[in-house]
């Protein structure tokens, strides 16, 4: 991701941003970063990392409390609700960027290669996603790469 959210920044954003950038990046700062228009403000990534990371470690301490409280039954169908939040990342993109579109249906089609394909299925789910990852995104940046755009802010 934090590769992606690079070429959103402007090609005089310094290192030292660059790097600090890359160590706050979470799903849901890169699913509201990768929407802005125009260049990334390093500012504004400052500002969603400065709000979502201790929500993130609050609503962690939160859930691993109520886990310790709630039964199973409830637990499992709560774990469920993470894939619903990517989903729900990923579905208003894709639907208004045919590229984002095309990229997500690639990952999904490559990761049932992965899953049932003999070989491959043997492959940890972990190991499978990062290289379903790494190959769809680099297929991805290199078909496709992003025009550098001016910012308008």
Not at 23 to 52: N, R
Not at 123 to 141: D, P
Not at 144 to 150: G, L, Q, R, S
């Amino acid at each position: 991701m934090s590769c992606a959210l690079s070429q959103k920044l402007s090609p005089d954003t310094p290192f030292f941003h660059r790097f600090f950038m890359a160590c706050g990046v979470t799903d849901e700062i890169f699913a509201v970063s990768v929407s802005v228009k125009g260049w990334l403000s390093p500012y504004y990534h400052y500002g969603q990392t400065a709000v979502a990371w201790p929500g993130w470690a609050f609503g962690t301490l939160c859930g691993a409390l109520a886990g310790d409280v709630l039964p199973p039954s409830i637990t499992a169908a709560l774990g469920m609700a993470l894939y619903g939040m990517f989903v729900a990342i990923v579905v208003p993109a894709a639907t208004q960027d045919v590229k984002i579109r095309w990229v997500s249906i690639s990952a999904i089609l490559l990761s049932l290669v992965f899953t049932y394909c003999p070989g491959l299925c043997t492959i940890s789910s972990g190991t499978r996603i990062i290289l379903v990852t790494l190959i769809v995104s680099g297929v991805a940046a290199w078909l496709c790469p992003m025009k550098e755009e001016v910012n308008h802010a």
